[in-house]
């Protein structure tokens, strides 16, 4: 294996790629170039000049027509009559005057396999130049549909109106060319299948570089959150043993921990299998899948780590306790703020209902969980209140926060006694059982706001208390504490205030309704297909120019 493929990752590797790159090749070159179809354009026509009203110079034209490549072998006969009523009212009257000649003159041009059609290989162009007729009539083998027909016969118009029949029909006869042979007919339809493919190329194109970027960043992430752990990995432990396991929160915290421990050993093994990616490795199908996995690991054990040093500092009151303790104030005030929504909301829907309805003592409430915060946090500091019991009285303060919330929202709801109240408290009553509300389907955002302090940040990922976006969740014996009281789980209120919002301001869609009514048009040009006999069905058509 050559020094360079190593470089690239592997034969394997630089394999896979190939094969990706010469998809893309094929997409936006192959499948373009087939569709449109300019190659093969080799066959000389077998040309034939009936001039009945001659118009055009016999030679000149024949020496044109046989210059056109075409992709099959065609007989082109080229028919220019004046034997056409040009005041006839009939839209088939040059069609009929056409079939009549072949009947007639030219029996050839009919197939004698089936008197009915053209004969196969026939192109047949045909002009009148008194009657201003154009027309085009294919053999069963050539037939092209009526809309490149159409195309064909409009092609040629232009010189045909100022007296260049020769041109006309050359350009008739180029159009012909063009079409006859392609694997897709339709011009249109052509260059929308080499426009979806050349699209798709591209797609794929930047498929594989984004896939390739979001997995080197992936990897990235994985290898940062493994050098912090790695780092920390003896202070880790040490912390951990500081953690009371006789608490019910610290045992909380130590399952983690042991989970943790655990996970680490499979995060080693799972960094040894990624390997150091290089080159074509990176384009390579499930690397990106496979690093975004290691990433997630490493960052959740890495918060996991996080949240034994926040208890090990908060539990023992140690150095930084204070942060650890704001931070786990976070989901608490981030409901507060939540429940402060609820009280406004209920507010304002009520005094739009006309309905007589209080919620300061609601506010009352929420300014006094709010002092107790901040009392608690000076009795942290003069040791008044053990850490443990600070976090069991938030797990009572988080409860009391749901259970008041969902007493509001129905009190005010009930307050309602018009018959629509009745069917929006029916309707939050139903969501509120479905438990649509209750943790409102989405997890906590990580801040909470006030008029006076503004937006404050917190990491719900790391709260000692244990939450929607808790690492470690996963962690065996996270619930099943034998040290007391179990810690509550916290989930985020801001969902029923959602669900209060939509269920107070419910209104039955109105059941009335207009029809709707909408026109069409259609055209079509002039000259049906071949109808001068009641049995003759070839391919073919004409219009006026």
């Known amino acids: 294996m050559s020094d360079l493929i190593v470089r690239w990752g592997g034969l394997r590797a630089v394999a896979a790629l190939a094969v990706k790159i010469l998809i893309v090749i094929v997409l936006a070159l192959v499948v373009p170039l087939l569709a449109l179809d ?18 055009v110079d016999d030679e000149a034209l024949r020496s044109s027509l046989e210059g056109i490549g075409f992709r099959r072998d065609i007989r082109l006969a080229v028919f220019t009559t004046d034997d056409v009523d040009p005041y006839a009212k009939s839209d088939t009257v040059f069609n009929d005057a056409v079939l009549d000649y072949a009947l007639n003159r030219q ?54 109106r100022v007296g260049r029949w020769d041109v006309g029909l050359q350009t008739m006869a180029q159009r012909t060319a063009d079409s006859l042979g392609r694997p897709i007919a339709s011009t249109e339809m052509a260059v929308f299948v080499a426009f979806m493919s050349l699209a798709a190329a591209l797609v794929l194109l930047a498929w594989m570089f984004w896939s390739r970027h979001e997995a080197r960043d992936a990897y990235t992430q994985a290898r940062r959150h493994f050098t912090r752990i790695t780092t920390d990995y003896d202070a880790t432990q040490i ?33 040894g299998d990624f390997g150091s990616p290089r080159g074509a490795q990176w384009f390579m199908g499930g690397q990106r899948r496979r690093a975004q996995v290691l990433a997630a690991s490493a960052k959740e054990l890495d918060k996991v780590d996080d949240v034994i040093a926040a208890a090990s500092a908060f539990l023992t009151l140690g150095p930084g306790w204070d942060k650890a303790w704001e931070n786990e104030k976070g989901p608490v005030r981030e409901d507060l703020a939540s429940y402060t929504d609820l009280c406004t909301s209920v507010a304002e829907s009520t005094r739009l209902a006309h309905v007589s309805f209080d919620v300061e003592a609601d506010r009352a409430w929420i300014r006094s969980r709010e002092d107790r915060l901040a009392a608690m946090t000076f009795e942290l500091v003069l040791r008044r209140i053990t850490p443990s019991a600070a976090l069991s009285e938030l797990d009572v303060i988080a409860a009391d926060v749901h259970h008041r919330c969902e007493s509001l929202a129905r009190r005010a709801l009930e307050a309602d006694t018009s018959s629509l109240g009745q069917e929006r ?42 939450n929607s976006k808790s690492a470690g ?18 989930s985020p209120v801001a969902g029923l205030v959602t669900g209060y919002s939509k269920a107070s301001t419910y209104t039955p869609p109105s059941s009335s309704g207009g029809d709707f009514s909408g026109s069409g048009s259609s055209s079509h040009f002039s000259g049906g297909g071949i109808s001068g006999g009641s049995s003759f069905h070839g391919s073919g058509s004409s219009s006026r120019f």
């Open 107 to 160: 029996p050839s041009w009919i197939s004698t396999a089936d008197p009915d059609y053209w004969a196969d290989g026939l192109v047949i162009l045909a002009v009148s130049p008194q009657g201003r007729w154009v027309g085009c009539y294919f053999g069963e083998d050539v037939k092209v549909d009526l809309r490149t027909q159409q195309q064909i016969q409009d092609a040629a118009k232009g010189s045909f």
């Open 425 to 466: 408290l029916n309707r939050y009553e139903r969501a509120r059982r479905a438990d649509a509300y209750r943790s409102g389907g989405s997890d906590y955002q990580g801040w909470w706001s006030t008029s006076r302090s503004g937006r404050v940040q917190y990491n719900p990922a790391t709260t000692i208390r244990v």
């Open 473 to 490: 969740l996963r962690a065996p014996g996270l619930f099943a504490s034998g040290t007391g009281p179990m810690p509550g789980f916290s």
């Open 38 to 55: 300019p190659f093969g354009a080799t066959h000389a026509p077998a040309v034939e000049i009936h001039d009945e009203a001659e118009v």
């Open 239 to 271: 912390r951990a043993g500081t953690i009371p396991a006789d608490d019910a929160h610290g045992a909380q915290v130590l399952a983690r921990f042991a989970w943790f421990e655990e996970r680490y050993a499979g995060l080693v093994r799972l960094f």
